[in-house]
Nanobody
Framework: QLQAFGGGMVQAGGSLRLSCTAS????????LSWFRQAPGKEREGVAC????????YYADSVKGRFTISSDNAKKTVYLQMNSLKSEDTAVYYC???????????????????????WGQGTQVTVSS
């Protein structure tokens, strides 16, 4: 299972760091991703990283502001969010799936690809 932490309320321009810790799974060959869902909107991919750390992808809306990283020893993936904007307000979820390498780039941001491992959401609210 996955457990997400670190949400909260922050002013525009501020920073937050989300954490997602895995338990009960073999931390190997997974694509670890962060999604978010704002009220009335579909869940969208924010960023992903493979457990090897070699591959990272970001949504265009967060490039240059968010950084995804992982600590394999702790089985934890992080999302450092800087220069937050009001449009970043959403519930953030972490997810994990073993996606074959050739398909990661084209599918990582599709929530339907993640069949089983989702963390509980953590609310991020950015006030303007």
């Amino acid at each position: 299972q996955l457990q997400a932490f670190g949400g909260g309320m922050v002013q525009a321009g501020g920073s937050l760091r989300l954490s997602c810790t895995a338990s009960g799974i073999t931390w190997d060959q997974y694509t670890l991703s962060w999604f978010r869902q704002a009220p009335g909107k579909e869940r969208e991919g924010v960023a992903c990283i493979t457990t090897t750390g070699e591959t990272k992808y970001y949504a265009d809306s967060v490039k240059g502001r968010f950084t995804i990283s992982s600590d394999n020893a702790k089985k934890t993936v992080y999302l450092q969010m800087n220069s937050l904007k009001s449009e970043d307000t959403a519930v953030y979820y972490c997810a994990a799936e073993r996606i074959p390498t050739p398909f990661i780039q084209s599918t990582w941001n599709n929530p339907r690809v993640y069949t089983n491992l989702w963390g509980q959401g953590t609310q991020v609210t950015v006030s303007s």
